[in-house]
């Protein structure tokens, strides 16, 4: 039997997983920081895309798989290094994951009222980490730097009327602060062209389809250079394309006086944060691009711009974070690997591999991680199979007892069942698909006591 530890139970765990159970003879131990599984498809995925977290029904069928075993609440390289799952287990797929933003690098970043968008994402998603953060919504002007979409996610959520997130899953605390925000004006900033941007043409189309919201667009934006035209008309650029036409429908709105407007900018890059004691707003410099298509870079002209705002989110990528014991390529954030098995300078390092954002860096959707997770996985099965005798490995046998010596409390995927039950029975009173349990001890309250929901 081929014993494998899965370290992250986002979508590539789960895909990993289940392209390693299609094989008879493996058995897969998924390990998650946190007792309950699935990743940024809960923690992530934006409240009002319920449609997008239908992925995790297919996950709980691989959870039924034979050979399948969840261990929720263990943090691998602090509750249990490397080295000791390696004694237990034959492989270890690290899929933890990219479990931090990349900041600006810019004076004023630590201001308050200055934030990453990871931060809010996970505070109205209601993961335990971001619990007790207070993001001051009486503020009217925000501004988010980044055009992709997540961005365009913050940007939604803040832009809505709080009855359009009442029937969603959103944190019961977000919807509390959200329903006395007094945010008006929400800026998006990116610093590239149209063609550029990194949203998806069904997240911008959305944009323009927040009631009581308007869209404020200068057409200027929309007069391309030659090589943006160029990107815009090659195959490649489709996606682009989409968004020019949305882009130009939206220019072409009549004024409104919506209650709530959001700014689209272009050509600009944030330069410092200003503010006395908190965030007060942001110096911008206008850019100009130069480069091939498809090799355009932004460079600042000099000319600079001020921007008052109480808030400001960053919204410029997440970034992996090291687990002692795996080497980590720092400058990308990501376990230096090839296709998926983890090097030490050229030499693959036996017995460990990764799939998902920590093998390839925070990009793609949650189906991308299909196709990756199945070529790690292609590569340890075949791997494994050109061994003549494979050691014996005890795998949860030996984990689980460390743990428990350890005074972990763990949860498997029955608890994660009856937390799950619990959260949409929570959810059924509030007219909510589910209510969350927001603290790692009431999630432990839900299997243990019923009357904790
Ligand atoms: C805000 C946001 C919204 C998104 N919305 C969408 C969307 O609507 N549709 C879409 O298709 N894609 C969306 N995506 C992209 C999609 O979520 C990712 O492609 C996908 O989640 C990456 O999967 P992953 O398994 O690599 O990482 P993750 O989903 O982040 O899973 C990593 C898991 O590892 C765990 N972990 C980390 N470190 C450890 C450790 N040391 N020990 C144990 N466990 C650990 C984490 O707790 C987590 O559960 C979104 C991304 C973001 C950031
Ligand atoms: N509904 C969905 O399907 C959905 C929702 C959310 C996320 N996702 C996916 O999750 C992945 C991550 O999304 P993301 O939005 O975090 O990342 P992203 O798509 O890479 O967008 C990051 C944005 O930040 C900008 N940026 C980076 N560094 C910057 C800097 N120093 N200054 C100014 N701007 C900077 C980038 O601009 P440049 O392009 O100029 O570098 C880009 O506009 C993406 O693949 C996304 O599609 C999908």
């Given at each position: ?8 139970s986002?979508?590539s765990?789960?895909?990993?997983a289940e392209?390693l ?10 390990l998650?920081r946190l007792?309950?599984?699935?990743g940024?498809v809960?923690y992530?995925?934006a ?5 997008l977290?239908?992925?995790a029904m297919?996950y709980?069928?691989t959870?039924a798989m034979?050979?399948?075993?969840f ?9 249990v290094?490397v080295?000791e799952?390696q ?7 690290f899929?933890?994951?990219?479990e931090?933003d990349?900041?600006?690098g810019?004076p004023?970043?630590e201001?308050p009222g200055?934030?990453a968008?990871?931060?809010?994402v996970g ?8 619990l007790?953060?207070?993001?001051d919504?009486t ?7 980044g055009h992709?979409?997540?961005a365009?996610d913050?940007c939604r959520?803040?832009?809505?009327p709080v009855?359009a997130l009442r029937q969603?899953?959103?944190?019961k605390?977000?919807?509390k602060t959200?329903s006395a925000?007094?945010v008006r004006?929400i800026?998006?900033i990116?610093?590239h062209r149209p063609?550029?941007a990194k949203f998806?043409?069904?997240e911008l189309r ?9 869209i404020?667009l200068d057409?200027?934006y929309?007069?391309?250079n ?9 195959p490649r650029g489709?996606?682009?394309a989409?968004n ?6 939206f220019?072409a ?5 919506a ?7 272009f050509?600009e890059?944030p ?6 004691d ?12 130069e480069?091939?298509p498809?090799g ?5 002209s000099g000319?600079?711009l001020?921007?008052d ?8 990528g997440?970034k992996g974070?090291p687990i002692p ?6 400058p990308h ?12 300078g050229?030499?693959p390092?036996a017995?460990l591999?990764?799939a998902?954002?920590i093998?390839r860096?925070?990009s ?6 299909r196709?990756?997770?199945v070529e790690?996985a292609?590569h340890?099965l075949s791997d494994f199979?050109?061994?003549d005798?494979l050691?014996s490995k005890?795998?949860?046998?030996t984990?689980?007892?460390?743990l ?9 995927f029955q608890d994660w069942?009856k ?6 029975a929570r959810g ?9 349990f ?6 432990f309250?839900?299997?243990s ?5």
């Amino acid at each position: 039997m081929l014993r494998v530890a899965i370290v992250g139970s986002g979508p590539s765990g789960f895909y990993a997983a289940e392209a390693l159970l299609k094989s008879s003879s493996v058995e897969v131990d998924m390990l998650e920081r946190l007792p309950v599984p699935y990743g940024l498809v809960r923690y992530g995925v934006a409240p009002d895309h319920p449609k997008l977290k239908l992925p995790a029904m297919a996950y709980a069928r691989t959870a039924a798989m034979p050979g399948f075993r969840f261990v929720g609440g263990v943090t691998v390289g602090r509750d249990v290094s490397v080295s000791e799952l390696q004694d237990a287990y034959h492989a270890v797929v690290f899929c933890a994951g990219a479990e931090t933003d990349r900041e600006l690098g810019i004076p004023g970043e630590e201001l308050p009222g200055s934030y990453a968008a990871t931060e809010l994402v996970g505070w109205y998603n209601g993961h335990p980490d971001y619990l007790q953060r207070n993001f001051d919504l009486t503020q009217e002007r925000v501004v988010i730097v980044g055009h992709g979409n997540v961005a365009a996610d913050v940007c939604r959520i803040l832009a809505k009327p709080v009855d359009a997130l009442r029937q969603t899953d959103i944190a019961k605390h977000a919807l509390k602060t959200l329903s006395a925000s007094r945010v008006r004006e929400i800026y998006l900033i990116g610093r590239h062209r149209p063609v550029q941007a990194k949203f998806t043409d069904k997240e911008l189309r959305e944009l323009g389809e927040i009631p009581q919201a308007s869209i404020s667009l200068d057409p200027g934006y929309l007069e391309l250079n030659p090589s943006s035209t160029a990107e815009a008309e090659d195959p490649r650029g489709q996606v682009a394309a989409w968004n020019m036409m949305l882009l130009r429908e939206f220019a072409a709105r009549a004024a409104s006086t919506a209650q709530r407007r959001i700014h689209l900018r272009f050509l600009e890059s944030p330069v410092a944060l200003y503010g006395e004691d908190r965030l007060e707003g942001v110096i911008l410099e206008r850019n100009r691009l130069e480069g091939p298509p498809f090799g355009q870079r932004a460079h600042g002209s000099g000319d600079t711009l001020r921007l008052d705002c109480g808030l400001l989110f960053r919204s410029v990528g997440y970034k992996g974070v090291p687990i002692p014991g795996v080497p980590f390529d720092t400058p990308h954030g990501i376990i230096p690997n090839q296709q998926g098995r983890v090097i030490q300078g050229k030499s693959p390092l036996a017995g460990l591999y990764c799939a998902g954002w920590i093998k390839r860096g925070p990009s793609g959707i949650i189906g991308t991680n299909r196709a990756d997770a199945v070529e790690t996985a292609t590569h340890l099965l075949s791997d494994f199979a050109e061994r003549d005798c494979l050691p014996s490995k005890a795998g949860a046998s030996t984990l689980l007892p460390l743990l428990s010596d350890r005074g972990l409390r763990c949860t498997d995927f029955q608890d994660w069942l009856k937390i799950d039950a619990a959260e949409i029975a929570r959810g059924a009173a509030a007219g909510k698909p589910r209510e969350k349990f927001v603290r790692v001890q009431d999630m432990f309250g839900a299997i243990s006591d019923r009357a904790a929901v």
